[in-house]
Protein backbone atom coordinates (compact mmCIF):
# COMPACT_ATOMS: atom_id res chain seq x y z
CA UNK A 1 0.00 0.00 0.00
CA UNK A 2 1.86 3.60 -1.08
CA UNK A 3 1.58 6.00 1.11
CA UNK A 4 -1.29 8.50 -0.37
CA UNK A 5 -3.60 4.94 -0.01
CA UNK A 6 -2.43 4.72 3.89
CA UNK A 7 -3.53 7.93 4.73
CA UNK A 8 -6.90 7.96 2.60
CA UNK A 9 -7.34 4.71 4.64
CA UNK A 10 -7.04 6.52 7.63
CA UNK A 11 -9.21 9.29 7.37
CA UNK A 12 -11.65 7.22 5.88
CA UNK A 13 -11.38 5.11 8.89
CA UNK A 14 -11.67 7.80 11.29
CA UNK A 15 -8.54 6.94 12.65
CA UNK A 16 -6.91 9.91 12.07
CA UNK A 17 -7.02 11.77 15.23
CA UNK A 18 -3.68 9.58 16.15
CA UNK A 19 -2.29 10.66 12.60
CA UNK A 20 -2.33 14.26 12.01
CA UNK A 21 0.87 14.62 10.25
CA UNK A 22 -0.06 11.78 8.30
CA UNK A 23 -3.27 13.61 7.84
CA UNK A 24 -1.30 16.83 6.99
CA UNK A 25 0.62 16.11 4.61
CA UNK A 26 -2.42 13.87 2.45
CA UNK A 27 -4.49 17.57 2.73
CA UNK A 28 -1.39 18.69 1.23
CA UNK A 29 -0.65 16.48 -1.40
CA UNK A 30 -4.43 16.91 -2.86
CA UNK A 31 -3.98 20.24 -2.66
CA UNK A 32 -1.22 20.89 -4.43
CA UNK A 33 -2.70 18.24 -6.84
CA UNK A 34 -5.69 20.18 -7.54
CA UNK A 35 -3.77 23.16 -7.99
CA UNK A 36 -1.74 21.33 -10.76
CA UNK A 37 -4.84 20.16 -12.32
CA UNK A 38 -6.02 23.99 -12.50
CA UNK A 39 -2.56 24.68 -14.01
CA UNK A 40 -2.73 21.89 -16.77
CA UNK A 41 -6.07 23.39 -17.96
CA UNK A 42 -5.18 26.88 -17.55
CA UNK A 43 -4.62 27.34 -21.23
CA UNK A 44 -7.60 25.41 -22.45
CA UNK A 45 -9.69 27.78 -20.01
CA UNK A 46 -7.91 31.29 -20.99
CA UNK A 47 -8.62 30.20 -24.86
CA UNK A 48 -12.06 29.51 -24.07
CA UNK A 49 -12.75 32.75 -22.48
CA UNK A 50 -10.90 34.63 -25.40
CA UNK A 51 -13.02 32.71 -28.32
CA UNK A 52 -16.16 33.30 -25.90
CA UNK A 53 -15.38 36.86 -25.76
CA UNK A 54 -14.81 37.27 -29.58
CA UNK A 55 -18.03 35.36 -30.65
CA UNK A 56 -20.06 37.43 -28.14
CA UNK A 57 -18.32 40.83 -28.37
CA UNK A 58 -18.86 40.12 -32.38
CA UNK A 59 -22.99 39.84 -31.55
CA UNK A 60 -22.79 43.02 -29.08
CA UNK A 61 -20.11 45.20 -28.33
CA UNK A 62 -18.02 45.22 -31.38
CA UNK A 63 -20.45 44.45 -34.10
CA UNK A 64 -20.94 46.63 -37.01
CA UNK A 65 -23.55 49.13 -37.16
CA UNK A 66 -23.62 49.66 -41.27
CA UNK A 67 -26.63 47.83 -43.19
CA UNK A 68 -26.41 44.40 -44.33
CA UNK A 69 -25.50 45.07 -47.82
CA UNK A 70 -22.14 46.52 -46.89
CA UNK A 71 -19.11 44.01 -46.93
CA UNK A 72 -18.45 44.77 -43.17
CA UNK A 73 -22.09 42.95 -42.37
CA UNK A 74 -20.76 39.92 -44.24
CA UNK A 75 -17.17 40.24 -42.28
CA UNK A 76 -18.66 40.61 -39.15
CA UNK A 77 -21.14 37.45 -39.82
CA UNK A 78 -18.13 35.57 -40.73
CA UNK A 79 -16.21 36.42 -37.85
CA UNK A 80 -19.09 35.35 -35.54
CA UNK A 81 -19.58 32.04 -37.14
CA UNK A 82 -15.56 31.26 -36.71
CA UNK A 83 -15.73 32.50 -33.27
CA UNK A 84 -18.51 29.82 -32.62
CA UNK A 85 -15.86 27.25 -34.35
CA UNK A 86 -13.18 28.48 -32.23
CA UNK A 87 -15.41 27.54 -29.16
CA UNK A 88 -16.16 24.01 -30.21
CA UNK A 89 -12.70 23.80 -31.16
CA UNK A 90 -11.37 24.65 -27.26
CA UNK A 91 -14.24 22.36 -25.82
CA UNK A 92 -12.83 19.79 -27.82
CA UNK A 93 -9.46 20.38 -26.33
CA UNK A 94 -10.84 19.63 -22.69
CA UNK A 95 -11.98 16.61 -23.52
CA UNK A 96 -9.00 15.32 -25.38
CA UNK A 97 -5.91 13.54 -24.54
CA UNK A 98 -2.59 13.35 -26.01
CA UNK A 99 -2.11 13.85 -29.79
CA UNK A 100 -5.73 14.94 -30.36
CA UNK A 101 -5.37 17.09 -27.71
CA UNK A 102 -2.20 18.88 -29.29
CA UNK A 103 -3.49 18.38 -33.17
CA UNK A 104 -6.60 20.86 -31.96
CA UNK A 105 -4.10 22.99 -30.22
CA UNK A 106 -2.44 23.86 -33.83
CA UNK A 107 -6.16 23.47 -35.71
CA UNK A 108 -7.43 26.38 -33.36
CA UNK A 109 -4.24 28.36 -33.72
CA UNK A 110 -4.49 27.92 -37.56
CA UNK A 111 -8.31 28.96 -37.31
CA UNK A 112 -7.52 32.03 -35.39
CA UNK A 113 -4.91 33.37 -37.78
CA UNK A 114 -7.34 32.80 -41.14
CA UNK A 115 -9.75 34.75 -38.44
CA UNK A 116 -7.27 37.25 -37.72
CA UNK A 117 -6.71 37.63 -41.66
CA UNK A 118 -11.02 38.18 -42.37
CA UNK A 119 -11.20 42.11 -41.52
CA UNK A 120 -9.41 43.96 -43.99
CA UNK A 121 -7.22 41.08 -45.70
CA UNK A 122 -10.17 38.56 -46.77
CA UNK A 123 -13.34 40.56 -46.62
CA UNK A 124 -12.89 43.90 -47.33
CA UNK A 125 -14.15 47.05 -45.06
CA UNK A 126 -15.64 50.70 -45.25
CA UNK A 127 -13.16 53.35 -46.21
CA UNK A 128 -13.98 55.49 -43.63
CA UNK A 129 -11.72 54.70 -40.62
CA UNK A 130 -14.17 56.72 -38.40
CA UNK A 131 -17.03 53.68 -38.96
CA UNK A 132 -17.22 50.92 -36.28
CA UNK A 133 -15.99 48.16 -38.44
CA UNK A 134 -12.62 49.89 -38.85
CA UNK A 135 -12.66 51.64 -35.35
CA UNK A 136 -13.95 48.50 -33.26
CA UNK A 137 -14.33 45.22 -35.03
CA UNK A 138 -11.06 45.13 -36.45
CA UNK A 139 -8.94 45.85 -33.87
CA UNK A 140 -10.98 43.74 -31.49
CA UNK A 141 -11.04 41.10 -33.55
CA UNK A 142 -7.27 41.06 -34.77
CA UNK A 143 -6.87 41.49 -30.44
CA UNK A 144 -8.16 38.32 -29.78
CA UNK A 145 -7.22 36.75 -32.34
CA UNK A 146 -3.85 36.94 -31.99
CA UNK A 147 -4.69 35.44 -28.05
CA UNK A 148 -6.18 32.86 -29.26
CA UNK A 149 -3.49 31.65 -31.65
CA UNK A 150 -0.61 32.53 -29.44
CA UNK A 151 -2.49 30.55 -26.00
CA UNK A 152 -3.06 27.73 -28.58
CA UNK A 153 0.93 27.57 -29.64
CA UNK A 154 1.79 27.74 -25.96
CA UNK A 155 -0.73 24.89 -25.11
CA UNK A 156 0.29 22.75 -28.33
CA UNK A 157 3.87 22.98 -27.28
CA UNK A 158 2.52 21.75 -23.84
CA UNK A 159 1.12 18.52 -25.03
CA UNK A 160 4.11 17.70 -27.12
CA UNK A 161 6.16 18.11 -24.31
CA UNK A 162 4.19 16.22 -21.73
CA UNK A 163 3.50 13.25 -24.44
CA UNK A 164 7.45 12.92 -24.35
Avoid at 39 to 64: M, Q
Avoid at 81 to 97: D, E, Q, S
Wanted: proline share 2%; net charge positive; with cysteine.
Amino acid sequence: MCHAEQVEELILTGDYLLHSDLRYRYLLWKGVNSLLKIKKKSTEILNLLLAVILTVGSLTFFKTRCGADMHCHTANTVITIIGAVLVLLTVLGFVCKGKAKTVLAFLTAAVAVVELLIPGVILSLCMMPSMSCRATMKPWTMLLSVGIAFVSVVSGIMSIRKDR
